[in-house]
């Protein structure tokens, strides 16, 4: 509070003597010597940050599998683009480059993918005819590793995130429960143990009861939270808990996942509002505790909740800084409905899938998108801003629209090519449920209403559909979950809808499943948004 107003002191005292009042204070500008642009000599408000980026000439790219993640960014980011391994647009979108020749490659990560494409004579000469002299620009990504980083160095590229190294030991489930404890930030009741037998189980826990969610340090919470409340539940997956040295064990309780993401910058921790989780629906997804979604809306939880959730997100962002760590990231929370408990679910220090929501809602429209601070802090520019501020602004319930996204996967255990499937672009549904094509667009904000939707295609004509491989993302204004957090008969609607879109012809023969899946982007075994 004593910064603030010492701030607003400075401004009083630089404002002009005849008392007019200007709402951003004269500053000096300055030239680039690279690129001739012209930038500010230091940032100090929302309005500044706008303009910088209007005016940005240094090329900014998005590496990923698909351009889901950052929906938009290039209407705020001049010179910003997406190298992309899937063409979810059909080479209609712009600022979306895909490589036009591929080669047969198995992927086991997003890593794989993103230095795939790193290393494609196509995607090097697209950045090379961007570059300027030895700046060939800014990389960003979903995943990387330190191979990326040697290759990013390569070309020219400067890596706007903390390093892969960093990044990896900030993802570590383990590691995430430590930096809570030592912010204030409390886990669900837990041990940490190596686990060698059901036996070694029950005697590491015996304070947590019999019901248990067991985590691994690495992966998808889909893939890699287990619920055992008996000894056969143990065995299921004995192997995967077996091999990790060190396991998380966790009481199991009554709880709602949430999410909220936050960026780390010199200046503080900004936070945005705190959205629920579509988890483990059938429907969506064939994996048990797998996440399929979002909802944003001002009425999540009750507001004691939220309040505790943007607290805890703030001193664990100061924590994240503290350890090295600085820029995006989203933290999951688990809300206990008995008992109204808030507590540290995991940590990705990234992007994420629900930067989609994030990135196009009211606050961010009103101010700037919470990734543009990311991309601030890992600029060379001076800028001092009161995020204490802008926390409080993105917190009011005013500034927070209703959104919601439905992650659809395919759930059978079949797999088949896929011979026709929905195009990207808005949607409309009818008033007797039935879905039809209305337009083309790339930004969720086309769709007007809560009849409309923004359909991102992920799996297209040619694809191997397989069990879990992501069909699409469909973004619609309004909730698709009632307050028992259950699929309202719209979001049921909109999924039949949509998979109703899908054709495919059966592959029968099985070692060319085997072959289809291990070839397919993802091949089931990661997740790729």
């Not at 690279?34 to 500044?48: E, F, H, N, P, Q």
């Not at 409309?428 to 337009?439: A, I, T």
């Amino acid at each position: 509070m004593l910064e603030r107003l010492l701030r607003a002191l400075r401004r009083l005292i630089g404002s002009p003597a005849t008392g007019a009042h200007h709402e951003e204070p004269i500053r000096a500008e300055s030239v680039s010597a690279t690129d001739g642009a012209t930038t500010m000599s230091k940032i100090t408000s929302i309005a500044d940050v706008r303009r910088h980026f209007r005016n940005n000439q240094e090329p900014i790219y998005f590496i990923s599998a698909t351009n889901f993640n950052l929906l938009g960014i290039g209407d705020w980011v001049n010179t910003f683009r997406h190298i992309n391994y899937i063409d979810c647009f059909d080479g209609q979108q712009r600022n979306v480059f895909v490589p036009k020749e591929k080669f047969p490659r198995d992927f086991e990560s997003i890593e794989d993918i993103n230095n795939y494409l790193l290393e494609h004579k196509e995607v090097i000469d697209f950045i090379q005819s961007r570059a300027s002299g030895d700046n060939a620009g800014v990389a960003t990504f979903l995943m990387f590793d330190e191979h990326t980083e040697e290759v990013c160095k390569q070309l020219g590229l400067r890596v706007a995130f903390p390093p892969a190294a960093l990044r990896s030991r900030m993802d570590n489930k383990i590691e995430t429960v430590r930096i809570g404890n030592k912010a204030g930030v409390p886990s669900v009741p837990n041990v940490l143990a190596r686990v060698g037998s059901y036996q070694e189980l029950r005697e590491v826990s015996r304070e947590l009861g019999s019901d248990l969610v067991v985590q691994t340090a690495f992966g998808d919470s889909g893939h890699t939270t287990f619920f055992i409340a008996s000894e056969e539940d143990y065995y299921k997956h004995a192997e995967e808990i077996e091999a990790e040295p060190e396991v998380k064990i966790m009481k199991r309780i009554n709880c709602r996942g949430s999410a909220i993401e936050a960026c780390a910058t010199r200046c503080g921790t900004v936070v945005g509002p705190l959205m629920t989780e579509l988890v483990g629906f059938k429907s969506l997804t064939p994996y048990k505790g797998g996440w399929c979604g979002n909802e944003m809306f001002a009425g999540a939880f009750s507001q004691e909740v939220r309040d505790k959730a943007r607290e805890y997100t703030f001193k664990f962002g100061e924590a994240l800084r503290e350890e090295g760590y600085r820029g995006y990231f989203e933290l999951d929370f688990l809300i206990d409905m008995d008992s109204g408990d808030v507590y540290l679910g995991e940590l990705n220090p990234r992007v994420t899938g629900a930067s989609s929501l994030t990135n196009v809602a009211a606050f961010a429209h009103s101010d700037i998108p919470l990734f543009l601070f990311h991309l601030l802090e890992f600029s060379e520019l001076d800028f001092d801003l009161d995020i204490e501020e802008i926390n409080e602004r993105w917190a009011h319930p005013d500034s927070i629209d209703s959104w919601s996204q439905l992650v659809i996967k395919h759930t059978d255990e079949s797999v088949d090519l896929v011979t026709s499937a929905p195009r990207s672009g808005v949607w409309r549904m009818n008033d007797d449920g039935s879905v039809g094509y209305d337009h083309y667009s790339y930004h969720p904000h086309a769709a007007e209403n809560d009849k409309e939707a923004f359909f991102l295609r992920i799996s297209g004509t040619g694809d191997f559909r397989y069990e879990g491989a992501d069909l699409g993302i469909l973004i619609t204004r309004g909730r698709l979950m009632d307050d028992d957090f259950q699929l309202t008969e719209r979001a049921r609607a909109w999924i039949e809808g949509i998979r109703g879109q899908y054709a495919g012809q059966s592959l029968q023969d099985p070692v060319v499943e085997e072959v289809a899946v291990s070839h397919a982007v993802g091949g089931g075994n990661f997740k790729i948004l």
